[in-house]
């Protein structure tokens, strides 16, 4: 019968569509599903991601933190070559020497970061802090603010109060554009540090020690081949970034006295 | 099926093309992020040296310096990883890129005004000596073609051999990309 022909081809082209529709569904729900298994990986991927951050920021915080001064200080006495030395009695080694520049940023931060940590190995008896006082700065204002503050704190005799002075430098540094460490300011941040000596506002305001504070700083720059400061020394090696990280200086120090 | 059997021949050319371009993407990915990756690693041992790099633009207040210098180096190790490995691969991309504008804006500015610092990009950082060069156009250059990359990467994002396609994290978005999944090929043929 010629009727099959077309009926059967009407089935067939039905069961086409509707196995088309079939596929469209299936492919959607394909899609869909996708999606969701899409945005549960990016998810996932994302809360990692953030959790490892979060454990790596609360390491590097750790390791950095600076320490808190635990109890006094070492005793503090100015050499006749203008160098600090904290030590206890009878403490030689080991030798840690700090290069800075009271107008030298790098050394506010170090300062900021890391002294707490000096001052207590010191204390502690594990360690013979130098401290050294240089002038690295060529151009002006720069020059004369770090030649300034220099000599004023060789005006200081005492050690403890040279320490607080010296401190205080650091907290009122000066921009690298602008002049600072006047003068006056001086004198005045030097009575705070608790120097009553009477020839210290002379020996300030004349710039006594500049003289003496360039030849120190241009041979120790010179025979100590400084890259810049600050830069911290162990027993002759310089420490490098490792000066600002208070958990391993500390451990450096206390490996180097064992 | 019936643009398929046409297209196939067709896009043949297109498709080389496409795939090339692909891997231009991978090598973008590995210079950033290889880049990024060291610049931060070496950076985050000592944060501190960071946080002063950070100052020395003086363009942040302290307390914002200091987050930055302790988050830069974290930032930047994640992304380079991240992009390495071609995960996340657009977002990582868009964060390297705003570090570079970020970087661009603050050496310029820093030039403009003329100090005389050391970029601190792969670590140290602070001020220059008087006798030292900061080579700022050198580090403008070198950021500009790190911006470059980042700008290809989210153009054409991921690239081959990026866990973003292993995982099916790309595609739809991107109709270039998405031709040379296996998958989409095999689904479309029977």
């Given amino acids: 019968m010629p009727a099959e022909q077309p009926r059967g081809a009407c089935v ?42 979060g454990a790596v920021t609360w390491w590097s915080v ?3 933190a600076s320490e808190q001064i635990t109890g006094p200080l070492a005793p503090i006495a100015m050499q006749p070559d203008g160098t600090i030395v904290m030590a206890k009695p009878g403490v030689t080694s080991p030798v840690v020497d700090v290069y800075e520049d009271y107008q030298c940023p790098a050394c506010k931060q170090l300062e900021l970061t890391s002294g707490s940590t000096l001052k207590n190995l010191a204390a502690e008896g594990k360690a013979k802090v130098v401290y050294h006082l240089l002038t690295i700065f060529k151009q002006e204002p720069t020059m004369s603010n770090s ?3 220099s000599s004023a704190a060789r005006c200081v005799t005492d050690g403890a109060q040279w320490l607080a002075f010296h401190d205080r430098l650091y907290q ?5 554009t602008s002049a600072g460490y006047a003068v006056d300011d001086l004198i005045r941040w030097g009575r705070d540090a608790g120097v009553t000596a009477p020839d210290f506002e002379t020996c300030v305001r004349g710039q006594k020690n500049v003289a003496a504070h360039q030849q120190y700083s241009t041979q120790v720059i010179a025979t100590r081949k400084l890259a810049g400061t600050p830069t911290v020394m162990l027993n002759g090696q310089s420490l490098g970034t490792t000066a600002f990280v208070p958990s391993a200086l500390r451990e450096a120090v206390l490996d180097a006295a064992r | 099926m019936v643009q398929l059997a046409s297209g196939r021949p067709v896009s043949h050319p297109l498709q080389s093309v496409v795939k090339a371009l692909s891997w231009v993407t991978t090598v973008a990915r590995l210079v950033l992020g290889v880049s990024l990756f060291v610049a931060g690693a070496i950076k985050i041992g000592a944060p501190a040296v960071s946080v002063q790099a950070v100052k020395a633009y003086q363009l942040l207040p302290d307390t914002m310096a200091t987050v930055v210098g302790h988050g830069l180096p974290i930032v930047e190790i994640i992304v380079g990883i991240l992009l390495v490995l071609g995960l996340l691969t ?5 964060v390297g890129g705003v570090l570079m504008v970020a970087f661009i804006v ?26 030292q060069d900061p080579g700022y156009i050198w580090e403008l250059l070198r950021d500009a073609g790190y911006l470059l990359c980042a700008a290809w990467i989210i153009y054409r994002p991921p690239g081959r051999f990026a866990m973003d ?26």
């Fill in chain 1, 147 to 149: 030649l300034r503050a």
């Fill in chain 2, 106 to 131: 603050g050496i310029s500015s820093a030039w403009a005004r003329g100090l005389r610092i050391d970029c601190g990009c792969f670590g140290g950082g602070g001020t220059v000596g008087a006798d």
């Fill in chain 1, 62 to 64: 750790r390791q950095s």
């Fill in chain 2, 90 to 94: 657009r977002p990582s991309a868009v």
């Fill in chain 1, 172 to 176: 009122e540094q000066p921009t690298e």
């Fill in chain 2, 165 to 190: 396609s292993a995982l099916g994290l790309s595609g739809s978005r991107d109709p270039d990309t998405a031709g040379d999944e296996d998958d989409e090929d095999g689904s479309d043929t029977d």
């Fill in chain 1, 12 to 53: 067939s082209k039905r069961a086409r569509e509707a196995s088309a529709r079939a596929r469209a569904a299936a492919q959607r729900e394909a899609i869909r599903r996708q999606e969701q298994r899409k945005r549960t990986t990016m998810l996932t991927t994302v809360g990692v991601i953030v959790l490892i951050a």
